[in-house]
Every structure is written in structure tokens, then in C-alpha cells.
């Protein structure tokens, strides 16, 4: 068993993943040691744009090393991997049950993105 030490944020509102990344309520933050949720926390989404915000450079700040989010635009998620920040989009559902089975192994990147600003 592959043992993991990261950090994992979801764009979320109302617990549930947030389907457009740049407007999100705010980013549930999960830390997993092992193969286990050892604590979450959440951060308030910047006012305004995610995409155009600092929010790429707080989350690696705090150690983030996966985005787990539904829809992305390409210049959002090439931000985000500028700051060694993996993406993976075409995530839904309620966010504690996503980590989960991104932790076993279930959830692969959709490779679909935004093809413009407002995308929902």
C-alpha cells in the first residue's frame, strides 16, 4: 500500500464539490496522512474571480499538492501547476466522499476543461 503525506483542496459550496473552480463558496482543504483524512479545514474563496486571484500561490503556501474540482478552465489549471498543484477535473458529489475515493484510487482526471471565462 502506497502511503501518502498531502494536502488536498476542493472548490466546494454547501459540501458538495463546486462545479466552476474560479467561483467556488469556499476550498475544503484536507490533510491525509496515510491512506486516512487526519484533519480538515476550510479556506474563504477571494472575492471576485478564483482564476485571477492569488489563490494558486495560498494554496501551496499551505502545502496543497491536489486539486480535486469539477469544471476548470486550461489558464486556471495551468496556474494552479505552476505552483505544483496536480488538477484533477470532472470531480462531483459531496467532498468528503470524493477524497475518499481519490485515496483508493477511483477518481481520474475528466480531461475536459472550460472552454470560456463563464463556464458552468
Known amino acids: 500500500m502506497k502511503l501518502i503525506n498531502l494536502k488536498i483542496a476542493v472548490p466546494t459550496r454547501d459540501g458538495v ?16 496522512v496515510g491512506q486516512s483524512v487526519a484533519g480538515i ?3 474563504p474563496s477571494p472575492q471576485g474571480c478564483g482564476c485571477k486571484s492569488n489563490i494558486a500561490s495560498v494554496l501551496e503556501a499551505m502545502g496543497v ?7 476548470m478552465g486550461q489558464g486556471a489549471k495551468n496556474v494552479l501547476e505552476s505552483h505544483n498543484i496536480q ?7 459531496p467532498v468528503e466522499e470524493l477524497v475518499k475515493s481519490y485515496l483508493a484510487g477511483k477518481v481520474e482526471d475528466s480531461g475536459d476543461s472550460c472552454d470560456h471565462h463563464e463556464c458552468h
Open 17 to 32: 464539490v463546486d462545479d466552476h473552480f474560479g467561483h467556488c463558496a469556499y476550498y475544503t482543504v484536507f490533510t491525509v
Open 41 to 43: 479545514e476550510t479556506l
Open 65 to 71: 499538492k491536489v486539486m480535486l474540482a469539477g469544471n
Open 87 to 93: 488538477v484533477v477535473r470532472g470531480c462531483s458529489g
